[in-house]
């Protein structure tokens, strides 16, 4: 667990990093683009967990980004709930780098959808929906592809790391159970 | 059979209870020393990023950015040789007109004018994380004379508003922000000695200008006008440069005629900005 968390933080960690690179024009008079690595790491993470775990832990990260961000729970709503879509349709597809690419970009998409949707019923912004797909959206979506690609790579060093430890610690265990056995 | 495992519960429990400690300080933000001290806690974190973070990778955007302008400079150089030429006549031009003020002022027993200011340096520790936040968080605070609803400008205009400020920082609420709470009084200069007064009501997101309501009528407005603060509402001083007409909308309404105004600031690029502070001229 704690190397998910790791890998989350990591992923939030190069979000701050990229915005020193692309910094957001709050303005929009130009294209924008959003760096979402920190969700997309979670998502890469909870495609292995339970729908109830997953989707408490994206309520609580979402809650920490509103808290962050002071953008009034509009997170902790759109991250369970993308989580929640992606994890229904992962079940019908396989574990291939192409098919992890399709389901961080559709949940990238989903999460910002519900996002504006969201800040749009609170009446926090009056963005059209097309201004908002032109000048968020599309460079923000391009742009993780690549992103994507490379992390869905990092996530599975990691999850075979992850095996390579569990594996170890079973190992340990059967022999300290069965003290005949030597070590 | 309990249907959540120990972790599930244990994660159920910390959500309670981050959800409890956030109203409970919403409800002891009125508390000024409570508020300061978690600002304060705040700003450690803040100050540990922007240093290992922010300024070596501002650095280097700094270094590549000057790098691949090399060829630039040249002709950049010679504009800029011919316009330093011209700041001797303006600084003479200037230093008399500054004398004029202080003259009128005496004549009229004023205190002080609305163009006079002073000017606060500060550095940006915090950009907007989205596209959605319009909050910059400053490095400077009430120790070095921020007081709330001072003005900020960049270098090419102004952006924003103290909201709220602690010792040693302070939040700017930009001016594109959708609120409508975020009004300035602006004037509109039709020549080199008239000006109209206007209202700047809030930022247009789908259009990308602000958006001013006149107070008069009298005069045409058309691109390319040049929006000035006006000094009136005793939050901004006067002349600080706004933005430039994009359009003008002629459809009556009830709030008047609607002007659209592009804004001089740069957003993306908000680095160094300046404090703004009424009072005594600035003659350096």
């Given at each position: 667990m704690w190397i998910d968390l790791a890998f989350v933080l990591a992923g939030f960690t190069l979000d701050s990093i990229l915005r020193m690179f692309f910094p957001i024009d709050p303005a929009l008079q130009f294209l924008a683009f959003v760096p979402n690595l920190g969700f997309l790491a979670f998502l890469l993470v909870s495609l292995n967990k339970t729908y109830r775990r997953a989707m408490i832990l994206a309520f609580l990260l979402g809650l920490t980004v509103d808290f962050l961000?002071?953008?009034?729970l509009a997170n902790a709503i759109a991250y369970p709930i993308s989580i929640y879509v992606i994890k229904v349709w992962a079940n019908q597809l396989n574990e291939s780098l192409f098919e992890q690419v399709f389901l961080g970009t559709i949940g990238l998409f989903f999460k910002e959808f519900i996002l504006f949707a969201t800040l749009t019923l609170i009446g926090i912004t009056q963005l059209s929906i097309d201004n908002w797909f032109v000048k968020r959206e599309f460079l923000t979506i391009i742009g993780h592809i690549p992103l994507i690609w490379g992390l869905s790579y990092l996530n599975r060093y990691k999850s075979g790391a992850q095996n390579v430890l569990e594996r170890k610690k079973k190992r340990r265990e059967r022999v300290l159970w069965n003290p005949t056995v030597k070590p | 059979m309990n249907r959540f495992n120990p972790l599930n519960r244990f994660l159920l429990k910390l959500i309670a209870g981050l959800l409890a400690i956030s109203v409970f300080l919403a409800a002891v933000r009125f508390n000024s020393s409570l508020q300061s001290s978690t600002d304060q806690a705040f700003g450690f974190f803040t100050s540990i990023r922007v240093t290992l973070f922010d300024h070596p990778i501002q650095a280097i955007g700094d270094f590549i950015s000057d790098f691949t302008s090399l060829y630039a400079l040249k002709a950049e150089n010679d504009r800029l040789r011919l316009q330093i030429d011209m700041l001797e006549q303006f600084q003479a031009r200037l230093e008399e007109a500054y004398r004029d003020i202080e003259d009128l002022k005496t004549i009229n027993d004023l205190?002080?004018?609305?163009t006079e200011y002073h000017l606060i340096a500060a550095m940006v520790l915090n950009r907007p994380a989205d596209t959605f936040n319009h909050k910059i968080r400053l490095n400077v605070g009430t120790l070095d004379d921020v007081a709330l609803n001072d003005a900020v400008i960049s270098s090419e205009g102004l952006i924003g508003k103290v909201v709220t400020v602690t010792s040693s920082t302070c939040d700017v609420l930009l001016l594109t922000t959708e609120q409508e709470l975020n009004k300035v009084s602006v004037k509109i200069q039709i020549s080199k000695t008239d000006t109209i007064e206007a209202l700047?009501?809030?930022?247009d997101v789908n259009e990308g200008a602000y958006v001013l309501s006149l107070l008069e009528t009298s005069s045409t407005v058309v691109q390319g006008m040049t929006v000035i603060s006006s000094?009136?509402?005793?939050?901004y001083p006067s002349g600080l440069l706004v933005g430039y007409v994009l359009k003008v909308d002629t459809a009556q309404s009830a709030g008047g005629i609607k002007v659209y105004v592009s804004p001089?600031?740069?957003?993306?690029?908000?680095?160094y900005v300046a404090i703004v502070k009424r009072g005594n001229l600035n003659v350096d």
């Open positions: 961000r002071n953008e009034m | 205190k002080e004018s609305m700047l009501e809030s930022y000094g009136l509402g005793e939050t001089a600031a740069d957003f993306t690029h908000l680095n």
